[in-house]
């Protein structure tokens, strides 16, 4: 996978924080950065369960912010396909299995083995070659992913402003004991 790298013109920031303490700046700025995160993570797994019918759940759980500095943050979303048993509640059906939504013929489970364990399909027509069944949701996930960075600069701004409003609040509320 390619690449994803927003960058944020910095000048509104600034001016949002001046007046404020470098103390107060910096708390405002990470808050930002977290809920940004928390933003593009539901944002992502919103528009993923919707398309491929994966719990969001489990979609949060491949996503990950990073605080990489003081002033910069990372989010990582793992494409990997996702095991079938992971999806939801497995039951058995006349054809196959049954894991959450969806539906996978010719599936099994090795009861006997692993009566919670993962869902498993021929890999060919003989008996011995079998394979894990998963879920590829790339297709759906990258393209989801980018259009929520491609908001993030919106959202982010929007978000520094309650922090910095919050910030001068908390500041105002201080003074005030203060007398």
């Not at 070659?129 to 297709?139: A, G, K, L, R, Y």
Request: aromatic share 8%.
């Amino acid at each position: 996978m390619d690449r994803l790298k927003v960058e944020i013109d910095i000048k509104q920031v600034t001016a949002a924080l001046d007046g404020l303490s470098s103390a107060a700046m910096q708390a405002a700025w990470r808050r930002t950065l977290r809920k940004t995160a928390a933003w593009i993570k539901s944002q992502t797994s919103k528009e993923v369960s919707a398309a491929t019918k994966i719990p969001q759940k489990v979609i949060k759980s491949r996503l990950y912010f990073f605080l990489r500095s003081a002033d910069t943050g990372k989010v990582w979303l793992g494409l990997n396909p996702v095991e079938a048993h992971r999806i939801g509640t497995i039951t058995k059906t006349g054809k196959g299995m049954r894991a959450g939504r969806l539906t996978f013929e010719g599936a099994w489970r090795q009861t006997q083995a692993k009566p919670d364990g993962p869902l498993y399909r021929r890999a060919g027509k003989a008996r011995t070659p079998f394979e894990m069944v998963t879920v590829d949701w790339s297709t759906s996930g990258d393209p989801a992913f980018r259009r929520a960075a491609q908001l993030c600069e919106a959202r982010l701004m929007t978000i520094l402003k309650q922090e910095v409003n919050y910030e001068i609040q908390k500041a105002i509320g201080n003074a005030r004991r203060a007398r």
